[in-house]
């Protein structure tokens, strides 16, 4: 499901971004040269204790403002999704759990390759401390799912795929498809 | 509101995408490569003709499937926004409107400099025919308001500015949010 085509090359290596080139036959017949970037995958989860959902409010040393989202991050080399799930899990929030599930692997962005894999992580244990890094601050919210789809609705929780969020904000009119992201999210 | 701090250096430039690197200090003093990438400024119009509003069915040379958006595109070196709005609705659809308001100007995506800005113009009147270039296909479609609005809500119509689709899918349910934005479309 890449954005970019086989014949495209990588004209720049970043730190995050890669930027890809290709010339592209346009509907006359001429070409253009068309641009894309990649960056790597990312992981994000829904992680319950109990009846209660784990959401972070996080800082980051560029940004003046600290932001709610929830558990999850940059996918590393050699890592599969549910790895880089596991493993960011354990280090933002000190939990493990032992029943994932995959919600969806979408795409956001028309020009951009970029996967954002969302997972539920149901009734998760603490097994250790936090072992943040030193670009991140992490403060643990526990939640219900009323109150997250409060947030969610109100715009406070926005940094998630945005599939799912418009998701849960119909969630917040329609029972039905409340119902289904409850079950979803605690299986029952 | 850029996300680029003034000290970062612009470490590639492309087509569409410039890639920019700082030195970022950490939480701990050390520091470490910060990057982002910027992009040109869009703009996309909601257009009403009578009591209709019209979006367009779009194909690109690089996309397998046609999409629906809104009228708009990129704004162009020594452009400002509104004068971009005007030129890339003459030249998708052949229109011009005397009564235009911005609704937003936001940036949607935490890791890219880049501007949406969103206009009305209503009332357009048909002055040309289409001036597409040769990367384009576009059908215009004229829609009522309630049928934009199921499209939105199904998903169908998902190619704008993201907070002014949830405010939308926001609109479907509730009566006085569909109004302000009713009133906001056709000033009436």
Chains 1, 2 share one sequence.
Do not use: C
Request: net charge negative; no cysteine; charged share 30%.
């Amino acid at each position: 499901m890449s954005k970019i085509p086989d014949s495209a090359k990588k004209v720049f290596s970043g730190v995050i971004f890669d930027v890809w080139q290709w010339e592209q036959e346009m509907y006359d017949g001429t070409h253009a040269t068309f641009e894309r970037v990649s960056r790597p995958s990312t992981v994000e989860v829904i992680m319950t204790v109990g009846d209660k959902i784990v959401i972070q409010r996080q800082s980051q040393p560029d940004r003046a403002e600290p932001f709610l989202s929830l558990v999850g991050g940059r996918v590393e080399v050699g890592e599969d999704m549910l790895e880089a799930a596991k493993r960011e899990t354990l280090e933002e929030t000190g939990y493990v759990s032992e029943d994932w599930e995959l919600v969806s692997a979408r795409q956001p962005s028309g020009k951009i390759d970029w996967t954002i894999s969302l997972y539920v992580a149901r009734n998760a244990k603490k097994v250790s401390e936090q072992n943040l890094d030193a670009g991140e601050k992490i403060e643990l919210l526990m939640l219900t799912f009323d109150e997250i789809l409060t947030m969610v609705n109100r715009g406070e929780l926005r940094r998630m795929d945005q599939s799912a969020r418009i998701d849960l904000i119909h969630a917040f009119y329609d029972p039905e498809i409340r119902k289904k992201w409850e079950t979803l999210i605690f299986k029952r």
